[in-house]
């Protein structure tokens, strides 16, 4: 098949805008909705679902159902979005191959970034000294429970990272100029979700939405922060699309998203972040970077134009 037109990669990025405009738009309609459920349900007898969503809308700010706005944005305007391609859906498997390492490469991707992302936040934990005490036997329960869904939700994540918009990227461009815009489009897509700290004064006023989306790319006043939340993101943007490419398969993308899915639950319980803020984040990539090197290093798969889907 033929390689896509430019205009492809263009429409990710038109999708992408999209979502986040529509997202960002409709939020505070949903966050008066789910205030609304949580106040009709408060104290009334209602079955299980109804309550545990009202028990979630009862609990959560603006920032929470600004995100779920625009992922439910994204959702909706997915398949649109697929019927766009000239390629199709199909462009996920553009330079995927069998990988007979896959299983492997995924356990150790997921269990080196996890062992090495979680003492890293332990040891500045301890060196802060604001960290809390969980029993052995309750972080043994989460930890399995985190496992699977760190797994699961990566799987999901670089299925359309890696799979699909790698995919597009990789037939419009050269293989290190579809890195590089990987890494942009993963950063920019990752740094919608409002940090902690990070609300609206008045979440019933006017353009709520716009006002915390504007918050987020606002670099000031804190400069030295703003730009060290970007970073490591565009990294771990990189080394996805890097691991991606050099192994021809998604196996190892997914343990590493993974690992980094599960250490960034234990930093929110331990010191209160995600793992994108400060500097325990740029050590971090930059330790998963040489992890990757090592475990692609002799694996370099050539790709011969007759692998395209």
């Known amino acids: 098949m033929p390689r896509m037109v430019p205009s492809d990669a263009l429409k990710v990025w038109l999708y992408a805008a999209a979502a986040v405009w529509l997202g960002t738009w409709t939020s505070p ?14 104290n009334k007898q209602t079955i299980g679902l109804i309550e545990w969503l009202a028990g979630i809308c009862r609990a959560a700010d603006f920032p ?5 706005a625009i992922w439910m944005a994204a959702a909706g305007l ?13 462009v996920w498997k553009q330079g995927l191959q069998k990988n007979p390492n896959g299983l492997r490469q995924l356990a150790v991707g997921f269990s ?28 043994a329960k989460i930890s399995v429970g ?27 461009m050269p293989r290190p100029a579809a890195i590089v815009l990987m890494a942009a489009f993963f950063a ?7 940090p ?35 970073i490591p993101l565009v990294g771990l943007g990189g080394i996805l699309a890097y691991a991606r490419c050099a ?32 500097w325990p984040a740029l050590i971090g990539v930059m330790y998963i970077g040489y992890i990757v090197f090592r475990i692609t290093r002799s694996h370099h798969v050539h790709i011969p134009p007759s692998s395209e889907v």
């Open 78 to 90: 997915f398949y649109p979005f697929l019927k766009s391609l000239s390629g199709g859906w199909m």
């Open 247 to 278: 192994t021809s398969s998604l196996a190892l993308p997914i343990g590493i998203h993974g690992g980094w899915i599960f250490a960034n639950h234990f930093s929110m319980m331990l010191a209160e972040k995600p793992l994108q803020q400060g």
């Open 64 to 68: 929470v159902f600004f995100k779920a």
């Open 112 to 139: 080196s970034v996890a062992v090495g992302m979680l003492f890293l936040i332990a040891t500045t934990v301890l060196i802060k000294n604001h960290g809390q005490t969980i029993p052995v036997d309750v972080l």
């Open 146 to 172: 985190a496992i699977s869904r760190a797994l699961a939700s990566a799987a999901m994540q670089e299925f359309f990272y890696q799979g699909l918009v790698l995919g597009i990227f990789l037939r419009s």
């Open 196 to 230: 902690v700290g990070v609300n609206v004064a008045d979440p019933d006023a006017a353009g709520v939405g716009f006002e915390l989306l504007g918050k987020l790319f606002n670099p000031f006043p804190n400069l030295g922060t703003w730009i060290l939340s970007w």
């Open 29 to 42: 309609l949903l966050y008066n909705f789910g205030k609304a459920i949580a106040e009709v349900c408060e």
């Open 188 to 194: 920019l897509t990752h740094f919608i979700e409002p």
